[in-house]
């Protein structure tokens, strides 16, 4: 039996991708259960996949459904039932959907070329479709057949109603997955640079609103064991291919003991192969001490990443999370942040009972935390989560509206498809109006703190005590004396506006319009502003320039006490760090030194961004660092461009280093590099964990 299993992803514009690790583990257990009867294929491509079933049919197709491939799930889907020789079987499984029993039969109502949905982990459900398609002969094998068929763990909609369950599968060890990875499944993803996914367990136990990560059927952590876990990181680290980093799919990594263990082998590989350069991580939301052991080890290989979401106590218990201590968790920052490249959070607009002020409060204190990279932003809502709930919409008076999500469109076989969003644009405790100066203030917000481009300077800040939100209110006031600037502000302005549809059919009706179909695949193309802001600074010399003139200025305004040639010479760093500026410019990157006086570095060390200086002369001359895998890798991206710079393609470069494109000063990456040096044992063994997995399970 042929079988095509696919994670579609948006390939039409350059886009930072994943290795399909969802439908990778159902393939390696079909495989394991009939090694035989069937030939599994992989796609993350859908004109590949479209291109292969031209010429060669399959006898079933599995399809993943996430919020941004529910359009080309549906016009791949729609295409294979179109072709009319035979009902191929199309299996979706996917958390893009309610639990909801109704909701399922509406949802497959409207993508009725959807024969069975499979709500949780696909691998046995799968497995017994194939088993039920195998015991039929080859010409019966068609979508009603299998429609017709009854199975707990899958449903099905026919003229008598919807047929099925979700039953959940009870194995806590998940070893009966073959890895994909020690199968070679994917080493044509990895080959092509698709980034690699480490799933060490499953499950969360937390039960946050807008999330569908915790619900009572996921809340049960289930684990792979270590032997598997070293496996596929020994596959993955000594491959001979660079990536720009790892990502965990755990939900609460540290949760466990053992992800002290794992830490330690990751970072033993990527002392001996250097074949990463970052790890992202969703760490624990319950502050545990072996915490702090995982970001000794891990150091400047990730970020110590909490998401508080907000940080106002009404909101927190708004959206159940009134169980996770934020005092532990602030706790923990301050101790990890001493050894990890930085500290992140999450910070999401729109939530119940969230004002513009809490907001900015919430900003504030968590920048006064020691927070150095804040993200999130309006709420999307998810299928299936308590906040998109017809009660929780009616209780906290939630309005929503619909925008195109940025690169998840395209044209396949000459049709655009495209992906929409819902988002929460107000509720009882805040206007769209508020949502829309926030979406300006916080583009540059995110710019200057998230992305980095004024680390030194928002530290600065932070520790004299001075309102960060003020100096950002200051910066989008239009000002006459900076012309360039105030037109990137009033673009990102009118950007923030338009983006907005009343309805999902209104949404798109709009961009299929011929003019505006052929407008998102030029300069006008959509993109996200928190990258896009910076993007088109950095694209647009005299914008830059006149933005860093007007940062000086606003800080001489607002800390007349402060030496202004100290303020001057932070931006001056500010800018210097900046590796993209300097590629796209022909600033000379060789050189990496900065000329800074001696009040100047008093003033870093004083705010904790770098060491001060022993001797005047070090306060002179200092050296700027950035990891050197990091730096080939953004000046081969920016190569690659070929002189044809867009603000589309500068924000794709930063949104995939998200923050490592900046260089910092030596003194402090060398404190980093000792405390990791004395924090790591040295060597991997002879035999790989990788080998010895595999000649295990063989």
């Known amino acids: 039996m042929l079988i095509y299993l696919a994670d579609l992803y948006h390939d039409y514009l350059p886009t930072r991708q994943h290795v399909p690790l969802g439908v990778g583990y159902i393939g390696e257990y079909l495989k394991s259960q009939y090694p035989e009867e069937v030939e599994i294929v992989l796609f993350k491509s859908a004109d590949k996949l479209l291109d292969k079933i031209d010429e060669r049919r399959p006898e079933i197709v599995g399809l993943s459904n996430y919020t941004w491939n529910e359009a080309l799930n549906h016009y791949v889907g729609t295409h294979i039932k179109n072709l009319g020789d035979h009902d191929v079987p199309i299996v979706m499984g996917g958390p893009n959907i309610s639990s909801d029993e109704n909701d399922i039969a509406i949802f497959l109502n409207t993508h009725n070329y959807v024969d069975r949905y499979v709500l949780y982990a696909g691998e046995r459900s799968m497995a017994e479709i194939i088993g ?4 039929m002969s080859r010409g019966k094998r068609s979508g009603k057949e299998l429609r017709n068929l009854h199975f707990t763990s899958s449903y099905a909609l026919t003229d008598e109603g919807l047929n099925g369950g979700a039953e959940i599968d009870g194995e806590k060890n998940l070893d009966f ?14 080959d092509a640079g698709f980034l690699p996914i480490v799933e060490s367990n499953r499950g969360c136990p937390f039960s946050c609103t807008f999330c569908v990560w915790g619900i009572s059927a996921l809340s049960k952590i289930k684990q792979f064991s270590m032997d598997r876990v070293r496996a596929e990181l020994d596959y993955i680290g000594m491959s001979n291919r660079s990536f720009s980093e790892i990502i965990f799919a755990d939900a609460n990594f540290g949760i466990l003991k053992r992800d002290v263990q794992i830490s330690q082998h990751i970072r033993d590989l990527y002392e001996k192969y250097n074949s990463f350069q970052a790890v992202q991580i969703y760490w624990s939301k319950s502050a545990q001490p072996h915490m ?3 970001g000794k080890i891990l ?19 708004a959206i159940k999370r009134k169980n996770i201590s934020t005092e532990k968790l602030v706790e923990l920052i301050n101790e990890l942040r001493k050894y990890t490249h930085s500290t992140q959070t999450d910070l999401l607009v729109g939530l119940p009972n969230e004002s513009f002020d809490s907001h900015i409060r919430s900003l504030n204190a968590a920048l006064n935390y020691g927070i150095n990279h804040i993200q999130g932003g309006e709420i999307r809502l998810l299928p299936g989560s308590e906040m998109a709930s017809a009660a929780s919409r009616k209780q906290y008076k939630i309005k929503t509206k619909y925008r195109l999500c940025e690169g998840q469109y395209g044209l396949y076989r000459g049709q655009l498809v495209s992906e929409f969003e819902e988002v929460i644009r107000q509720t009882s405790t805040i206007t769209e109006e508020e949502m829309l100066q926030l979406r300006v203030l916080r583009t540059i917000f995110y710019a200057s703190v998230t992305l980095g481009e004024h680390s030194p300077l928002i530290s600065y800040l932070v520790k004299n005590d001075i309102p960060v939100f003020d100096f950002f209110k200051c910066l989008v006031k239009p000002d006459p004396k900076y012309p360039s600037f105030d037109r990137a502000l009033a673009w990102c302005s009118d950007r923030a506006r338009q983006e907005w549809f009343d309805s999902l059919s209104g949404a798109r009706e709009f961009i299929e319009l011929p003019e505006n179909a052929s407008a998102l695949f030029g300069q006008n193309s959509f993109l996200k502003l928190n990258y896009g802001m910076l993007a088109r600074l950095i694209c647009n010399k005299n914008e830059y320039e006149e ?22 010479e932070l931006v001056y760093l500010c800018k210097s760090r900046n590796l993209v500026y300097r590629l796209l410019h022909g600033n000379d990157v060789q050189d990496k030194s900065v000329i800074l006086s001696l009040d100047t570095c008093l003033a870093l060390g004083l705010s904790e961004y770098s060491l001060a200086p022993n001797d005047s002369e070090a306060g002179r001359h200092c050296e700027l660092y950035i990891n050197p895998l990091t730096e080939e890798m953004i000046a081969k991206k920016v190569s690659d461009l070929d002189g044809e710079i867009s603000i589309l393609g500068i924000s794709q470069i930063l949104e995939s280093f998200r923050g490592r494109s900046y260089m910092e000063l030596k003194t402090n990456s060398d404190v980093e590099s000792n405390l990791l040096t004395s924090s790591s044992r040295t ?9 010895v997995y595999l000649s295990h399970t063989s």
């Open 132 to 135: 039920a398609l195998l015991d």
């Open 177 to 190: 997955v073959p890895s994909p990875y020690l199968s070679g499944a994917l080493d044509e993803f990895l």
């Open 292 to 294: 702090i052991d995982i």
């Open 299 to 317: 150091g400047d290989l990730t970020h110590t990443y909490v998401a508080f979401q907000s940080l106002d106590p009404v909101v927190l218990d």
């Open 547 to 568: 933005f860093a003139c007007k940062i000086e200025n606003t800080l001489i305004t607002l800390i007349p006490e402060e030496n202004p040639s100290v303020l001057r």
């Open 683 to 691: 060597g991997l063994p002879d035999q790989t964990f990788s080998e």
